[in-house]
């Protein structure tokens, strides 16, 4: 039975905290991953994910042997509303893996570098010292356990086991979500094109894999809601025969990181801290660039008593980069949800989104262009007064979110930060929600 005291403990087994606690054991800290599932049962319910050629690099994940890798596409499709502007976007190359397997390679590599895990463990509370957290009680079959750690790490993903106990994590909206539903086609006829394609304005895709395709879609509302969506979707571009042979249905967070990832004793990772990636919403990769910093800061922060002043680099490194971009991205991502078919097309036609800009934010997080490029749309945007006044809006509040997180600040200038994070970031979650 593993130790219920370490340096760091793990919430969630899955394919973050399987990471985290590879790399935190790495750097020399003892590890103890809680996990609800038996460790027989298959980590996970999803099937296969999708995870960026270039995510191999970020993150320092072995390169999986082809018998591992269901397949690879080098590029997506964009369709508009108007197949005139279709784009294509090539050169991002993306693998898809059974997302079980991965997770039981992650595991091991994290036993391997020292890190211990409690299967079976369902995280029911946090254990408070002196105001801070210290620790967590878990349900380890029938009796109930104290775990303790200077720092507790919350990768329960949206069931934010850890990170709902403190406060200062929890702004109105944050617990927003993007429901998402998708059915694996044995067999449609006529069949469905190969490779990835998205349609804008829908929120809906394909994706075609060997023996089979999913048809997905995703968007701000009750399930219930979007399977009448999917349903009607699928009537209007694919109403041929079709073979159903298993349906997934979660959700992904929608909504801004919290002001603070950490506090006492606390730090929130992937989907518990709403850091997935604008657009795709994929989270393990985009969540594992986060955990591979905070390894680096966490040896010297658990000897310091794993306190928020320790704890704070974690903050500032993140949201100086990753973060701000992130922001930017996920702000812009909700001015273009409000885009009607019309504004779509214009908005392709004209050259606001283009091939190399999404190209780009897949291989840097931002869109780097000249100014005059990013002028040149806007110009001819002046006989549509409307769309001219909604893109401005947008740009205009993409650019104070982003700036906002890129200069976040000490411990000490936190409050008044944070006043401004509410001004602007929270309304703007909740309004597009």
């Known amino acids: 039975m593993p130790n219920s005291r370490a340096d760091v403990i793990v919430a969630g087994g899955g394919p973050l905290g399987a990471y985290a606690a590879w790399q ?66 090539d050169d991002v190359e993306t693998w898809a893996m059974d997302l079980s397997p991965f997770i039981r390679d992650l595991r091991a590599m994290a036993v391997i570098a020292g890190a211990e895990f409690q299967y079976g463990a369902l995280v029911t509370d946090v254990v408070r010292e002196g105001g801070r957290i210290a620790g967590v ?13 200077p720092v507790v790490v919350d990768a329960t993903g949206l069931a934010r086991a ?23 086609w044995e067999q449609a006829d006529p069949p469905l094109p190969d490779g990835i394609h998205s349609y804008m304005g829908a929120n809906a895709w394909t994706a075609r894999y060997p023996g089979y395709w999913v048809v997905g879609m995703g968007k701000p509302v009750p ?41 006492d004793g606390l730090l929130v990772l992937g989907d518990a801290a709403a850091t997935n990636k604008p657009f795709n919403g994929e989270g393990i990769a985009s969540g594992m660039v986060l955990a591979r910093l905070a390894a680096e800061v966490l040896p010297a922060a658990v000897k310091a008593g794993g306190t928020r002043a320790a704890l ?29 078919e019309a504004e779509l097309n214009t908005a392709v036609e004209i050259g606001l989104v283009t091939a190399r800009d999404l190209q780009q934010t897949f291989y840097h997080y931002e869109v780097k262009k000249p100014l005059a490029e990013w002028l040149l749309p806007v110009t001819r945007l002046l006989r549509r007064t409307a769309m001219a006044r909604k893109y401005g809006a947008a740009i205009y509040r993409a650019v104070r979110v982003g700036n906002l997180f890129q200069h976040y600040p000490s411990p000490e200038r936190f409050a008044a930060w944070r006043d401004g994070y509410r001004r602007l970031v929270v309304p703007l979650q909740n309004e597009k929600s």
């Open 24 to 89: 935190f054991a790495a750097r020399g800290l003892e590890v103890l991953v809680l996990e609800n599932r038996s460790e027989k049962q298959d980590p996970s319910d999803v099937g296969v994910f999708h995870f960026e050629r270039i995510a191999f690099d970020r993150t320092g994940v072995p390169l999986p042997p082809p018998k591992k890798v269901v397949c690879t596409y080098p590029g997506v499709t964009l369709h508009a509303p108007d197949p005139r502007f279709n784009l294509q976007v």
């Open 312 to 340: 704070w680099e974690i903050n500032r490194r993140y949201f100086g980069e990753q973060g701000a971009k992130f922001a930017f991205l996920q702000a812009m991502g909700f001015s273009l949800l409000t885009l009607n």
């Open 137 to 149: 009680r878990a349900r380890v079959g029938k009796t109930e356990r104290e775990f303790r750690a």
């Open 223 to 263: 399930m219930e809601a979007l399977k009448i969506l999917h349903a009607d979707w699928v009537r209007a571009h694919h109403p041929g025969a079709r073979r159903i042979r298993r349906v997934v249905a979660g959700a992904i967070p929608y909504a801004f990181p919290p002001a603070t990832l950490v506090d």
């Open 162 to 184: 850890v990170r709902r106990h403190a406060p200062d994590l929890n702004e109105p909206g944050a617990d927003r979500c993007f429901s998402v539903y998708m059915e694996y």
